[in-house]
């Protein structure tokens, strides 16, 4: 049976899919329990995967606390208490250009020893994740030059990115997020020299689990019939360069944007012509929107979590990223070889 795709009744739906963003719907910024390590080294990283990194290296000898322990993490607001803690911290760990008012906090106080991780690993530019299937929010890919030095000072008119110019989301390709491990050791052992070997340990540990997660997403991801996948927003775009897949997205990287009634109906026809089955929301998505979207496109819906925040405190990094791969699997009907 042919499916139908309506495109006009989806313009509410998909708005609360893409304003749901990347994590819970609630942005009022609160006090995140600290990870405690006695007479330890006080490390702030200012969202869930930096956390998680500090955690894994700096094991017992850290305590480590979270600035954004729930709500949009794209939207991350500071109380005043945490403007403290980052300019008191040993260590801040944090990714320029991603939350604005980290940013501030940190130009404002200073602290004494920061690792920007933007600063050590390769991401790309936006343009380059962003799927171009409305030329209404993407005629600008033509018009500009994409420059890597230049793309950090510039802004869209008319199309402004929240997370700067560069695509922030390294951290759902586990091969790139293990280059932001060798400057958390060379700061953590610097500052605390007498358990240098340990974290050198425990970065080593932490790489060959991210190496083997990556190992299962290049077995499990190499042969599948559908290789598209449709997305709340575009949060995929290392993971699809890793592992040779495609996503469309309700939204493009920033989970903000408006979404128009022609990119709605751009992407009903991309999940019409490759055969798409699933519509993947994000962890915070309300339940009757996604299944309100869902049912106007003729496909089901999942969970795949773009692991901003950690939304199950009982689920780590490498639990849920397991999880998505069972999910994308499923979504792409991948076949290990």
């Known amino acids: ?50 956390v998680y990194l500090a955690q894994q290296i700096g094991g017992e000898n850290v305590s480590v606390t979270n600035l954004t322990p729930s709500g949009e993490a794209h939207e991350a607001e500071l109380a ?27 130009e404002q106080t200073k602290p004494a020893h920061v690792i ?35 793309e950090h000072d510039h802004d869209h008119e008319g199309h402004h990115h929240h997370h700067g110019s560069f695509d922030p989301h390294f951290w759902l390709a586990p091969s790139l997020y293990a280059e932001a491990i ?44 559908t290789p598209t996948i449709i997305v709340a927003h575009e949060a995929y775009g290392y993971m699809a360069d890793r592992y040779g897949f495609k996503q469309v997205g309700v939204t493009g990287i920033n989970p903000e944007q408006e979404t128009s009634a022609k990119r709605l109906e751009a992407v009903a026809k991309v999940a019409k012509d490759n055969n798409v089955k699933i519509l993947f929301s994000e962890s915070a ?3 009757k929107d996604s299944k309100t979207l869902s049912q106007q496109l003729g496909i089901d819906t999942k969970v795949l979590d773009p692991l901003e925040t950690q939304v199950d405190d009982n689920r780590d990094y490498l639990a849920v990223m397991k999880d998505n791969l069972s999910s994308l699997a499923e979504a792409m009907q991948c076949k290990a070889k």
């Open 116 to 150: 920007d991780v933007a600063s050590h690993v390769d991401l790309v530019p936006i343009e380059q994740h962003e799927s171009a299937i409305d030329t209404d929010d993407h005629d600008h890919e033509a018009e500009h030059d994409h420059d890597h030095e230049a």
């Open 285 to 287: 998505l309300n339940e």
């Open 1 to 50: 049976m042919k499916r139908t795709f309506t495109i006009l009744p989806l313009t509410c739906a998909a708005a609360a899919l893409a304003l749901a963003g990347c994590s819970s719907a609630s942005k009022e910024a609160k006090e995140a329990p600290s990870t405690k390590a006695k007479d330890g080294i006080t490390v702030v990283a200012s969202f869930y995967p930096l």
């Open 182 to 225: 060798d400057p958390i050791v060379e700061q953590l052992s610097s500052i605390d020299k007498d358990n240098a070997d340990t974290y050198k340990a425990n970065a080593e540990k932490l790489r060959a689990s991210l190496t083997e997660l990556d190992n299962d997403y290049k077995t499990q991801l190499s042969n599948c019939a």
């Open 80 to 106: 005043a208490s945490q403007v403290d803690e980052i300019g008191s911290a040993d260590l801040v760990v944090y990714e320029s250009q991603f939350q604005p008012s980290v940013d501030k906090a940190i």
